[in-house]
């Protein structure tokens, strides 16, 4: 089975704090992608990477930088969290190219609160 | 621009009573559709993956067709433990990324 692990479930931050988030997966995936969740929005990219060192801005990158120095391995990091990244974010992965559509399999998600 | 539009928001069910969800879409070079179920507090579990119009596939009461515009995610029979939000997504162009749509969140009574 794919495994996506996101370290943590549950966070609380300060306003102006950096906050790391790590997901880890386990299936020799090319892809890895960054999403956050939030009622009434859905799910909105963040960033993803097609590879090590590789990085492409999704729909929503501001206030958000990521980090891939190993394939098995991407960070999301809040430079200087606000109170509008509160939110539910998951992490995901697939593997890269073909004609078809690759499956991407999701984490379960950790739940920032920045007060 | 691509687009996914799932209706309804909100479907009550009672137990055994089969419905269908449906998710409309444009979006330039479709590569794949793809049907997700979502609990409470979790991540996206994935269902299906279709390809082509014409396609469907099937697990236990789940079955997910596809036509050139939209896809219907059907529910037989369905019990309480199907009560899930229900989001579904495509993936087209040449990137990897998904597009998701708002996603249905069914409630199935006793």
């Known amino acids: 089975d794919v495994k996506v692990t996101q370290s943590s479930r549950y966070l609380v931050k300060r306003t102006g704090e950096k906050v790391f988030l790590e997901c880890v997966q386990d299936?020799?995936?090319?892809?890895m992608f960054w999403y956050r969740q939030d009622p009434g929005l859905g799910l909105r990219l963040i960033y993803f990477?097609?590879?090590?060192?590789?990085?492409e801005k999704g729909d929503i990158p501001e206030g958000y930088s990521v980090s891939r120095e190993k394939k098995e391995r991407f960070s999301l990091i809040l430079e200087s969290a606000s109170t509008n990244q509160t939110s539910m974010y998951l992490c995901?992965?697939?593997?890269?190219?073909?004609?078809?559509?690759?499956?991407?399999?999701f984490g379960e998600g950790s739940w920032l609160t920045v007060v | 621009e691509d687009q996914v539009t799932q209706s309804p928001e909100a479907l009550r069910l009672q137990e055994g009573e089969s419905s269908s969800l449906n998710c409309s879409y444009t979006?330039?070079?479709?590569?794949?559709l793809f049907w997700y179920r979502q609990d409470p507090g979790k991540g996206p579990e994935f269902l299906f993956t279709l390809y082509s119009a014409g396609e469907e596939k099937e697990k236990e009461r789940l079955k997910a067709t596809l036509t050139k515009k939209e896809s219907f995610l059907h529910i037989t029979a369905p019990k309480p433990e199907d009560s899930a939000t229900y989001l579904c997504?495509?993936?087209?162009?040449?990137?990897?990324?998904?597009?998701f749509g708002k996603g249905t969140k069914l409630s199935v009574k006793p």
């Open positions: 990477s097609y590879d090590v060192k590789m990085k």
């Open positions: 995901a992965s697939s593997l890269a190219g073909g004609e078809g559509g690759n499956t991407i399999y």
């Open positions: 979006v330039s070079g479709l590569r794949g």
């Open positions: 299936m020799d995936h090319e892809n």
């Open positions: 997504a495509v993936q087209g162009g040449s990137q990897g990324n998904l597009i």
